[in-house]
């Protein structure tokens, strides 16, 4: 507010983080009703764009897909690749997103039909249970055009953005997501994304933006390919990933939070018997039941906190 | 006492109805409900009134306070009592980073725990914390007491001046030219006070007392225009 050096770092703006963990499945059918009111709290500290993850309970193969030109892209989809895959998939189209619901066998030759019969659209998320949502727009926008609060599920996180390392595209929206059931929110930056892209890119991981928290996805992704934990893969981030950085991990059974050793950016997180629920702001979780006799606390920095199922 | 709805006045409302208020006011008591984590609560007041916010707050609460006492129910988010220039803060629950930043004077009182950089460039401002305080506090301390019942984290008054620091538990790790210092008799009748003031039922003998070393370039006469 006084402008004073340490109010630039502080992250009194660029970028919300809300997630939400549930313990108590009665909770379940609200995942995306509660995530998306925690979101849309938190417009100020990112208008440019929004973004969320939801894990879903079916065990299914699920491609979430996005295309510019959904009308032209997603019809007839699901009936190309049923003459391709023997059975036609489901497709439920969102927006300007789409969920491919597929036997768990035919993920992967799936995902090289789609790039194969609809060049330009891009895949936002393969796995089980993720599926991931990311336009550019107000967070209430973006929460209406996907119907958010429709969304049932047993965890989530969500993003809204204030653009500083690359472009507002919705590429650049986070989640980001590299590996399956896997995704990534971050408010911060990172400054040696350039350096590790170019390794990772050597080690066979993928990119589809110039985005500083891509990268960090990527990482994480790569150690956890390597055999480590999500605990263990965000403890070796603290000594290969330079910056300032909040980040809120998904994986197919929780989340995790992490904050970098001088944890400028800002962190809250709240638990009660029904859910563990994190925001950049207490005012993210005002709204949640029981609020008011949560245990809630800022996470240390440096410190690794995960929940699982 | 008088009771200010936060979310059916406003921000600006509430703000403004207590920077209004003047020396001789008979209004001398106020209570703000529904704080939901608001920012900027209770910002900028210039006279002699207590204000209870009910709540937890968001940013900067209780910011360039003056003669105001100004309580929260509950836990403040980043920048609480920020340039405080006098009067009195007390958190009753915990407090987020850089708690007191460059306060000039007046007393702030956190219950809880303080987070990282509390009291950085404080200008006089007594700060007194039940519990522990984060890393890099009092980062630059220019002038006033610190006051830590707990412990403190990494690099305690790196780089700081003339402000005194008193801490009853460990320190991790002590910042740039920061010192354990002798408690002598003048600083544990100081202490005593600033205890009583922050209501902690706690022994000055029981602290330990830390500065500045003085060997950092700013003060080297020969490093003077």
């Known amino acids: 507010m006084l402008g004073l050096p340490w109010d630039v770092f502080s992250g009194v703006e660029m970028c919300g983080i809300v997630g939400l963990f549930l313990k108590d499945q009665a909770l379940e059918p609200e995942l995306g009703a509660m995530l998306g009111d925690m979101l849309i709290t938190m417009t100020d500290r990112g208008p440019d764009s929004a973004g969320i993850a939801v894990y879903g309970k079916q065990d299914a193969a699920k491609l979430t897909l996005q295309s510019a030109d959904p009308a032209q892209d997603f019809a007839g989809l699901a009936e190309a690749l049923g003459s391709k895959l023997g059975k036609t998939p489901a497709l439920v189209v969102r927006d300007t997103h789409a969920v491919l619901t597929v036997p768990k066998s035919d993920l992967s030759e799936a995902r090289d039909h789609v790039r194969e019969l609809r060049p330009n659209i891009r895949i936002m998320s393969r796995g089980e249970r993720i599926e991931i949502y990311k336009e550019v727009g107000l967070p209430s926008e973006v929460a209406s055009r996907f119907d958010l609060a429709s969304m049932s599920g047993t965890h989530g996180i969500g993003h809204t953005r204030m653009a500083t390392e690359s472009a507002v595209t919705t590429m650049g929206a986070h989640p980001f997501s590299t590996g399956a059931d896997q995704c990534l929110v971050h408010n911060g930056s990172l400054s040696n994304h350039n350096q590790l892209r170019r390794k990772l890119r050597r080690e066979g991981m993928e990119f589809e933006t110039q985005n500083d928290t891509e990268v960090a996805a990527a990482y994480l992704s790569w150690r956890m390919d390597q055999g480590a934990s999500l605990g263990d893969a965000l403890e070796q981030g603290l000594h290969d990933l330079d910056g300032f950085y909040t980040f809120l991990v998904g994986t197919k059974d929780g989340f995790g939070v992490l904050r970098d050793p001088i944890a400028c950016k800002p962190a809250v997180l709240a638990e009660t018997d029904q859910y563990v629920a994190f925001g950049s702001e207490y005012r993210a979780l005002v709204s949640l039941p029981g609020i008011e006799a949560a245990k809630v606390w800022e996470p240390e920095p440096a410190t690794v906190y995960f929940w699982s199922h | ?225």
């Not at chain 2, 608001?38 to 916010?53: F, K, Q, R, S």
């Not at chain 2, 725990?113 to 890393?135: P, Q």
């Not at chain 2, 010192?179 to 022994?203: F, N, Q, T, W, Y």
Request: with cysteine; aromatic share 6%.
């Open chain 2, 1 to 225: 006492m008088q009771v200010v709805d936060l979310e059916a006045e406003g921000l600006r409302g509430l703000n403004k109805t207590l920077q209004a208020q003047q020396m001789a006011t008979n209004q001398t008591a106020w209570e703000v409900v529904n704080a939901r984590g608001a920012h900027a609560i209770a910002v900028g007041l210039d006279a002699p009134i207590e204000v209870t916010v009910r709540g937890s707050t968001g940013y900067y609460c209780a910011g360039m306070n003056k003669q105001a006492k100004i309580t929260v129910d509950g836990s403040a988010g980043p920048g609480v009592a920020e340039n405080m220039m006098s009067g009195l803060v007390v958190i009753e629950g915990d407090a987020s980073q850089y708690a007191g930043a460059t306060g000039h004077g007046g007393t702030l009182v956190i219950k809880g725990n303080a987070s990282s950089r509390c009291g950085i460039s404080m200008k006089g401002i007594d700060i007194v914390v039940h519990g522990n305080v984060g890393h890099m506090s009092a980062f630059m301390a220019q002038s006033g007491n610190l006051v830590v019942c707990g412990d403190a984290g990494d690099a305690l008054g790196d780089s700081i001046y003339e402000a005194r620091l008193f801490v009853r538990g460990s320190v991790k790790s002590l910042g740039a030219d920061c010192i354990e210092k002798e408690m002598r008799p003048e600083h544990l009748s100081l202490l005593a006070d600033l205890l009583e003031r922050g209501g902690v039922d706690a022994k000055p003998e029981e602290f330990r007392r830390y500065g500045s070393a003085r060997q950092l370039y700013n003060f080297n006469i020969d490093n003077a225009y």
